[in-house]
């Protein structure tokens, strides 16, 4: 079982950036491949998002490619998402999740735990 809290959602305007954090705890949560997905009002669930458990090789949805960064601290059992040139189409609720099967690596899905979400609202 990996319990996993995020943080660090707000309001920011069109053009900034803003960070937000997943702590995950829980049996040998380091080992587990690690995402971020975000679901808008309306909308079904993207994939963001996601980073290695050892390497820290990462994965992006084209839509963020180049303005948003994923990265762990194995350290802290936590992953960030730094965002950066925000959009109003970015405002969604950010949620993380954790799976230990590689086929969620190849596939973008389905990941077997999910934090609650923080919500990040980016104003024109």
């Known amino acids: 079982q990996v319990q996993l809290v995020e943080s660090g959602g707000g309001l920011v305007q069109a053009g900034g950036s803003l960070r937000i954090s997943c702590a995950a705890s829980?049996?040998?949560?380091?080992?587990?491949?690690l995402a971020w997905f975000r679901q808008s009002l309306g909308k079904e669930r993207e994939f963001v998002a996601a980073?290695?458990?050892?390497?820290?090789?990462?994965d992006y949805a084209d839509s963020v490619r180049g303005r948003f960064t994923i990265s762990r601290d194995n350290s802290k059992n936590t992953i960030y998402l730094q965002m950066n040139s925000l959009q109003p189409d970015d405002t969604a609720v950010y949620s993380c999740?954790?799976?230990?099967?590689?086929?969620?690596?190849?596939?973008?899905?389905?990941?077997?735990?999910w934090g609650q979400g923080t919500q990040v609202t980016v104003s024109p």
């Open positions: 980073i290695s458990y050892t390497e820290g090789v990462a």
């Open positions: 999740a954790a799976d230990d099967r590689p086929i969620v690596w190849l596939r973008r899905s389905p990941y077997t735990y």
């Open positions: 829980g049996r040998a949560a380091s080992n587990y491949y």
